[in-house]
């Protein structure tokens, strides 16, 4: 089976205002539901309680925040997880009460709903320790960013296939953002890991790509560079595709059966995966085009003897 | 033609067979078990084992195996039953010798163990547990120190008749001088001979002199590296008392950690009751020994309001008692402490070390008819938020636990009785484990049921293993007999990954299992690349052989060069997370390593032997 048996040839590049048109678009539109709308941070990063309930028999969600809101928990959010017998509850911090104390209170909530209610797990978190995390976070990211960026500078030799592959690093974890802050997903630790696998593995469809456009050129210099980087992306294409396919087959079926602490996770690393491949095939290699790449810049040139250094 | 150095084969089979060894632990499961402590903390050794064994088997509790572990006895069951049954059994007839705990244990055969092929120990979030990240209050610690410095330097003064008129503590960021005490004395005095007398007793403090509104002044500094040593050495000591209490508690496989320069972490695995646990963990409690002061009328005391010079007024159980200042004994001269019921109710029978035993010796020799007083002191901290401001405050509760008459001598060897079952338990817990030298206060607090860790577990297998399996009919479809070398060598690649993962010990925990699984699509891409490489090759009218051969070479920079990126945030963050993050980011990390030894070694070897050789190829099974 091959779904490429014939060599593919599309017109990246003369088609490429159009992807840059959807890029924008997206970003903005991410960017601007970041700052409008803000994430939903988990109480890893915000401090506060967060509690996982079995229920014997369907719950009523609203029964359970009255009930809760009786028991003097103020601006409980409520909600299902997963079936109607799992629910999520998230509380702001309790003043100095310990998680025994919180259980305490929040078990006589449930037993008056549903005597065979369970807690299954409880988390608490300092207010101190979310900001901790939160800045740990934001280091990690910056530190993945920066390092990669290094790496980009290093590993290709001109600053107009960095400046793509920079601007296609960015761009991705930034869908990722977006799309939970529009969807207000909850987004906790398992989601900055998963960004941070994000920005480093989609990456790779960029190099995989930009190796091939160094091997074109090295095949003959002469080339038009719209043709060899079109050439270069319909070459690599089958491969592009087919990795991605074959990852988001598990980050699928991590989705679907990995169960509610993961459904972040794999959340992200879905559009992540699918963020990286649009972006190394339709908008790392189109920038360097318009940054002016042409073969001598990535091909070693005789050196000449600079003027200034003679006598 | 295409070749493979035969010492590259060697080597691919080699690693193979010391991971397949590796990974086998942990394809056994686990039963649940019971662990087994001497409560003295000596090792258990095989006549112990022997003893607990015959006790549970006469008490008809069937048990599946049992085994020495680290000093501690592991009893495997078939059902949790039969484990509820045993640790009754042990908390019934043994108690007094020996502490259980429920855990589970491999299934993995007695030889396996032997030599140390060992299964990954499972996180909180598979097994359920309590995870406890403690806040030290290091600065607390250094104004104890200063206090008992201040202390020390009052008796010194008094001893040496050397007058003085105060002595200022200056403590935490908020003063004008950091951790320092400044002495003053009155106008004319010796301000040298008061120095050279502090100096005898403490030579590592430095002190400086300057004069007051009254007289001169003596300062003593402590020095950023006292003070980093008192709040390393109150970090150490309160690991050090959390260990002995997590294991008084009877834990298994508990991890007490620091983390940070203020912080320890705390796992307890398998423990639901986290009220009473964090009651003990957290609890900064001593006991003193004091006389009663029956020179003065303690009723007459409570109403004026004040105790008279040398005495301090307690209150038990509403009736007011006076107390002298002067100590016979602390808790910190405790060597042992163990609880018994006895005639006059349940009772703590106490060991004083030299120091202690001397002075108990000597005051109840003095004091026989009068009364001493058992105090138990605790301090716990109260944070109240209003508005936004939040204030803590250190609250210090004592309680005279008994007041008993001393019938007779005393020296290092007593009972201290009128206390409840529970109370006499965990005072001698308590006493026992050591006291916290700075108290400790939870900033993040985690539980997981242990029904939630087995859902977690099984639903990440179970992801694992159909998304593996959608990988793999995929890749046999598309690719044909080369997708089945890239299934072998995806499994190849979760069994090595398993086995690094065993011989570092690494807790795998549920993003540990995502990584695992994110793993799997990382390493089909290696294969991909290469085989797509390959067919393009092949349309290119190359032949078969040679397709191949250029097919991994050509693909061997693409993959290199690609894994680097995602190796970059791997480690980024190993370094920066903690916690399941860390597990994840060791997996993630370790899982591309293994993905490009697989991929490029193992994946070659094996088309390498179906295409290699002299043979003549005219068609590849590439899809």
């Given amino acids: 089976m091959e779904f490429f048996k014939t060599a593919t040839n599309f017109p990246f590049m003369s088609t490429r205002k159009l992807w840059y048109g959807l890029s924008v678009a997206l970003v903005v539109v991410s960017i601007a539901s970041f700052f409008v709308r803000g994430l939903n941070l988990a109480v890893d990063f915000t401090g506060g309680v967060q509690v996982q309930a079995t229920f014997s028999n369907a719950v009523n969600i609203d029964a359970l925040r009255t009930g809760l809101e009786h028991a003097g928990f103020r601006e409980a959010q409520v909600q299902y997880l997963g079936s109607s017998r799992q629910a999520a509850i998230r509380l702001p911090p309790q003043n100095g009460q ?163 602490a993961l459904k972040g996770f794999s959340e992200a690393l879905i559009i992540g995966i699918l963020a990286g491949t649009y972006s190394s095939i339709y908008i790392s290699s189109a920038i360097a085009l318009d940054c002016g790449l042409k073969a001598e810049h990535l091909l070693p040139t005789s050196v000449k003897k600079p003027i200034d250094a003679l006598p | 033609m295409l070749e493979f150095p035969r010492w590259k084969y060697v080597l691919v089979a080699l690693v193979m067979l010391l991971a397949l060894m590796f990974a086998l632990p942990n394809f056994f499961g686990t039963d649940p078990a019971l662990q087994v402590a001497r409560k003295n903390r000596l090792p258990m050794d095989e006549f112990a084992r022997q003893a607990v064994g015959q006790t549970l088997s006469g008490r008809a509790v069937a048990f599946r195996g049992s085994y020495l572990d680290d000093g501690k006895m592991i009893l495997r069951f078939a059902s949790v039953a039969d484990q509820l049954k045993a640790r009754d059994v042990v908390n019934d007839s043994m108690a007094a010798d020996y502490i259980s705990a429920l855990t589970t244990a491999s299934r993995a055969p007695e030889a396996l163990r032997r030599i140390g092929l060992r299964p990954m120990p499972l996180g909180l979030d598979l097994r359920g547990g309590l995870y406890l990240l403690y806040q030290v209050d290091v600065n607390g610690a250094v104004a104890q120190l200063l206090e008992s410095y201040d202390q020390g330097f009052r008796r010194t003064l008094a001893s040496a008749n050397l007058p003085f008129t105060d002595i200022t503590t200056y403590t935490g960021s908020k003063s004008a001088i950091p951790n320092a005490l400044r002495i003053s004395l009155p106008a004319g005095a010796d301000v040298n001979a008061v120095r050279d007398a502090l100096k005898k007793s403490n030579n590592d403090l430095t002190f400086s002199i300057g004069s007051g509104d009254s007289g001169p002044t003596l300062l003593m500094e402590m020095t950023p590296t006292q003070v980093k040593a008192r709040q390393d050495y109150a970090l150490q000591k309160n690991i050090t008392t959390l260990r002995n209490r997590v294991n008084e508690l009877g834990v298994s496989e508990p991890i007490v950690a620091q983390q940070g320069i203020d912080r320890i972490n705390v796992q307890l695995p398998g423990v639901q009751n986290s009220a009473e646990v964090k009651d003990i963990l957290g609890k900064v409690a001593t006991l003193e020994f004091r006389l009663e002061d029956s020179q003065n009328n303690a009723a007459e005391a409570k109403q004026r309001g004040r105790a008279p010079l040398g005495s301090k007024l307690y209150d038990m159980s509403g009736r007011p008692v006076l107390l002298k200042r002067e100590l016979i004994a602390t808790g910190d001269q405790l060597t042992n402490a163990t609880s018994s019921a006895g005639n006059e109710g349940p009772e703590v029978n106490v060991t004083l070390n030299g120091q202690g035993g001397d002075s108990m010796l000597r005051n109840t020799r003095l004091n026989v008819n009068r009364r001493m007083a058992v105090v138990y002191i605790e301090k716990s901290r109260e944070t109240r938020t209003v508005g936004d401001q939040k204030s803590t405050r250190d609250v210090t509760t004592e309680k005279i636990i008994s007041l008993a008459t001393i019938r007779a001598v005393l020296s290092n060897q007593f009972r201290i009785t009128g206390l409840t079952a529970v109370e006499a338990r965990e005072l001698a817990l308590l006493m026992r484990s050591g006291s916290l030298s700075a108290p400790i206060f939870a900033v993040e607090e985690r539980t997981i049921g242990p029904s939630l860790g087995a859902e977690n577990i099984r639903m990440g297998v179970r992801a694992l293993g159909i998304g593996m399996l959608a990988v793999f009919v995929f890749m046999a479809l598309y690719y044909q007999r080369f997708g089945w070398v890239a299934n072998l060598v995806l499994l190849a690649n979760v069994v090595l990954l398993t086995a690094l993962l065993s011989m570092l010990r690494a807790t795998l925990s549920l993003p540990g299992i995502a990584g695992i699984i994110l793993t799997v699509g990382i390493a089909v891409d290696a294969n991909v690349l290469i085989y797509e490489r390959i067919r393009e090759e092949l349309r290119n009218r190359v032949t078969p052989q040679a397709a191949i051969r250029a097919g991994f070479d050509k693909a061997y920079s693409a993959i290199f060069d690609s894994n680097v990126t995602a190796l970059i945030a791997g480690l980024v963050l190993w370094v920066i997370g903690r916690g399941a993050i860390r597990g994840f980011a060791v997996v993630l990390t370790l899982g591309i390593a293994t993905s490009m030894f697989t991929s490029l070694l193992g994946s070659r070897a094996l088309i390498t032997l179906m295409y290699g050789g002299r043979r003549k190829i005219d068609h590849v099974s590439i899809g």
Avoid: C
């Fill in chain 1, 98 to 260: 310990t998680g025994d104390v919180i259980r305490g209170r929040v078990d006589g909530v449930l037993h008056a709903l549903d005597p065979r209610a369970e807690v299954t797990s409880l988390d608490v978190v300092g207010s101190q320790v979310g900001d901790e995390l939160k800045s740990g976070a934001i280091k990690a990211v910056i530190a993945t960013l920066a390092l990669i960026f290094i790496y980009i500078a290093l590993r290709f030799h001109t600053w107009r296939l960095s400046f793509g592959a920079i601007l296609a690093v960015l761009h991705d974890p930034i869908l990722v953002l977006g799309a939970f802050s529009l969807w207000h997903t909850s987004f906790d630790l398992p989601v900055v890991s998963a960004m941070l696998a994000v920005i480093g593995y989609s990456l790779n469809d960029t190099v995989v790509v930009f190796d091939r456009i160094r091997e074109r050129f090295e095949g003959s210099r002469r080339l038009e560079p719209v043709a060899v980087l079109d050439q270069s992306i319909n070459q690599t294409l089958s491969r592009t595709i087919m990795t991605k396919v074959v990852t988001l087959i598990v980050v699928v079926a991590l989705y679907v059966l990995g169960g509610q």
